[in-house]
């Protein structure tokens, strides 16, 4: 045997006390010690949710273990979804759980059997001290570790508060299914989470936003009142039976992230190491599957540091996408009153989906039925996918909605949009989308970002996009092509992407404008000139003049750019707008030029022509635009007559931090559709037309925007629907591509082989 000999463990929940029977097993002759402040028996929840990945690794860990889970284990399949009077339910989900407290009984046995020292009711040394002395310390000490915070300095954590309470609680009895049901109070929106975690009990746990739980009186700090209260309100769907405690109290959630997760011979697991909301049944998987990767990663790894630095390298990504998801279940509930007006299925399909881990595709597999109801519910004809679904907007009906992106091309002499564009535009027509936008196209040469952007401020570069929707009318009927107009801003006289993005030219820098003269990157990118009342006016002018061009080109739909930090996104953003005149200060004033512009383009462009208009969301700043922000932005075109809002984030500082992932900026549509009830285009790493049907069906979403997968893919709709089996309107192949509309046979995939298998 290898490996570290001498193993001190803090903390007696499920991650550390696994840890410790599989170190153990794995070395018999090891001195593994477990220190634990609370009693056995002591617990403060009540039931446990294990998938069946997580049993799969145990089951081939340690069978023991495995076998003891078992007989214990209640399992359901359905989902109940409660909601003004509506019951929806979803099967084919298949959950386990069991009480914890057994699951720590099982866990004490087994340490116990296999010579682990436990210590309970005994606080565990500093993890220096027992660094000190031991091999390795393993702090499973939670949430709220001591370990943790004794060596900030090294694991870095970042903990971030949350806007809901909530309170674990209990029925004695079994729920059927789990639950989950929607109160509607003169406080405001209440929610309950329950499932059943034995023959005779279930988990009860009761969430609310902290102004309603305020409102409520439930921040007097009487627990048996508030039990009392949540049966009373929860009365249905515990069929008026009683709620009982164990110490339990209101808590908010704590997200919490670490940018190291060891340091020398300690090493975190479990909360103390991460959180994930409790909304997606994440705690204890995480915590047991940190056991079972970190007793792989000593055995197999040849010194503790390349142990320590396996386990991170293998579990982060694991965690980093658990908490995506969670995040996306949190801020779910944080904004369920959004949601509340929806249709019932609908309203059912958008929890489901709500951490983006279960998706259309998925639930069609789980419940047919349940997803052909939530189909027809949304209007998709028979036999028709959500995102072959037409959309009317104004006079233009969009037969699918999947729409290409802008993405700058930056391949245009003097702003003229080339053979490239014809080429590049009409590829991804004919490949099926039911809208194709240009690049934005500039209203002036120094409205331009790059010398190589296009624009439409001169009678030749009109000519030369009339040749390209001439092209997309003719060769693709049935496509729409708009055009997105704007104005680089301070972000202008800058080097081709690939040459240096938001690098200034290397010679021939025209002078840039901006709300305030504040450059992108101080140092780095030019100073420019703050608009004056006549500037103001002259970009105004050139915009209506781009219109009028556009209007000639034949484009079925204008696009204003008010979003990345841009001329328009500039007067936007209190980062980047410090004027103190009538277009500076609050965000009204801050909205006045751009409405401006809004409004002289409006009047120009034909009635029955739509216009929309990309905003960035929030500027991943701090002080930034925020997403209440974003509502109010929003809600103020709409007003002017924007006929949907495509929504962006950032790109407005250099300094921003997005929160990178799969969807990551489709909340922010989510949220202005859902607050306002306004069409709206949803952007930002959609990459599948699971995702798109997912969006579409759940509500966030009335368009997809994709720009990465188009360049991957030209004709990225076309396959959606052979991949579909999808042969309607929606998605028409171009006769001379017809033959190829059959999907190629692809090989076979094997499942990996299990983690850890110890026999």
């Not at 340690?62 to 284990?73: C, I, N, T, Y």
């Not at 009153?337 to 989906?353: C, E």
Request: glycine share 10%.
């Amino acid at each position: 045997m290898t490996g570290p000999q001498r193993i001190a463990v803090i903390g007696g929940g499920p991650g550390g006390l696994y840890a410790a029977a599989l170190l153990k097993r794995l070395g018999p002759d090891r001195d593994i010690t477990l220190w634990e402040r609370n009693a056995p028996d002591d617990t403060f929840g009540f039931g446990v949710v294990l998938s069946d990945e997580t049993l799969g690794g145990i089951e081939h860990a340690d069978p023991v273990v495995h076998r003891a889970l078992q007989s214990e284990f209640v399992r359901w399949d359905d989902i109940d979804i409660v909601h003004r009077g509506h019951t929806q339910t979803s099967g084919g989900h298949g959950f386990a759980a069991l009480g914890r407290r057994r699951l720590l009984e099982i866990l004490h046995e087994r340490c116990a059997g296999l010579g682990v020292d436990l210590r309970f009711r005994t606080q565990a040394p500093p993890a220096a001290e027992l660094a000190a002395t031991h091999d390795l310390v393993i702090a499973a000490d939670g949430v709220h570790s001591a370990t943790r915070d004794a060596h900030e300095d090294r694991f870095r954590p970042r903990i971030t508060g949350h806007r809901c309470r909530y309170i674990w609680l209990a029925a004695d009895f079994a729920l059927d299914a789990f639950r989950f049901e929607i109160a509607e109070t003169a406080y405001g929106v209440m929610q309950l989470h329950a499932y059943p975690f034995s023959q005779h009990a279930s988990t009860v746990i009761v969430e609310m936003r902290e102004e309603v739980w305020r409102a409520a009186g439930f921040d007097v700090p009487d627990p048996a009142e508030s039990v009392g209260q949540c049966a009373k309100i929860f009365a249905n769907a515990l069929g008026h039976r009683p709620l009982r405690s164990n110490n339990s109290a209101w808590l908010t959630f704590r997200t919490v992230v670490n940018d190291h997760w060891s340091h020398g011979n300690t090493v975190l697991i479990g909360d103390a190491a991460h959180t994930a909301h409790f909304s997606i049944g994440s705690g204890t998987k995480l915590a047991v599957e940190d056991a079972l990767a970190l007793a792989a990663c000593v055995e197999e790894q040849p010194s503790l540091p390349a142990a320590l630095a396996a386990y991170e390298s293998e579990r982060r990504p694991v965690v980093e996408s658990t908490q995506r998801a969670a995040a996306a279940s949190l801020r779910w509930f944080e904004e369920l009153g959004t949601y509340v007006d929806q249709p019932p299925r609908q309203f059912a399909f958008n929890l489901l989906t709500r951490s983006r881990r279960v998706t259309h595709d998925n639930l069609q597999l789980r419940d047919p039925a349940f997803t052909a109801g939530v189909e027809e519910e949304f209007g998709c004809p028979p036999g028709t996918p959500p995102m072959f679904t037409p959309l009317r907007l104004r006079g233009l009906e969009l037969r699918n909605r999947v729409v290409v992106s802008p993405m700058d091309m930056y391949s245009a002499t003097e702003g003229i949009p080339g053979d490239f564009h014809l080429v590049h535009l009409g590829s991804r027509a004919l490949g099926g989308a039911g809208l194709v936008m240009t690049e934005m196209v500039c209203v002036s040469p120094e409205g331009r970002i790059t010398p190589g952007c296009t624009g439409l401020y001169t009678d030749e570069q009109a000519a030369a996009w009339t040749r390209v929707t001439d092209f997309v009318h003719t060769a693709s009927p049935g496509t729409a092509i708009g055009v997105q107009l704007g104005h680089s801003g301070r972000k202008g006289s800058t080097r081709l992407m690939w040459e240096g993005i938001d690098q200034p030219l290397d010679h021939g820098n025209w002078p840039v404008t901006a709300a305030s003269p504040l450059p992108y990157a101080p140092g780095v990118n030019q100073v420019p000139h703050a608009l004056d009342r006549a500037g103001l006016d002259e970009v105004r002018e050139q915009f209506a003049a781009a219109a009028r061009r556009a209007d000639a080109c034949g484009f079925d739909l204008l696009e204003l750019h008010c979003a990345h930090g841009y001329l328009l996104s500039g007067f936007l953003s209190p980062l980047t707008n410090q004027r103190t005149d009538a277009y500076g200060g609050p965000l009204a004033h801050r909205l006045r030029f751009p409405l401006e512009v809004f409004d002289t383009v409006r009047e120009l462009w034909p009635d029955d022509r739509p216009m929309t208009v990309r905003i960035s969301a929030t500027d991943w700043a701090e002080g930034g635009t925020t997403a209440e922000d974003a509502v109010e932005i929003a809600r103020a075109f709409v007003a002017h007559g924007a006929d949907a809002i495509d929504v962006s984030t950032g790109q407005v500082v250099p300094g921003e931090r997005p929160e990178y992932g799969r969807s990551y900026q489709t909340p922010y549509a989510d949220r202005v559709r859902n607050t306002l009830c306004v069409p709206v285009i949803a952007v930002g790493a959609i990459s599948s037309w699971d995702d798109v049907n997912s969006l579409l069906l759940a509500g966030r979403a009335d368009l997809c925007a994709l720009a990465r997968p188009h360049l991957y893919d030209p004709h990225w709709t076309l396959h959606a629907a052979a991949e579909q089996g999808y042969t309607g309107p929606g998605a028409p192949w171009p006769l001379p591509y017809r033959a190829g509309s059959r999907t190629p046979p692809t090989g076979r995939t094997d499942a990996p082989k299990p983690r850890l298998s110890l026999g």
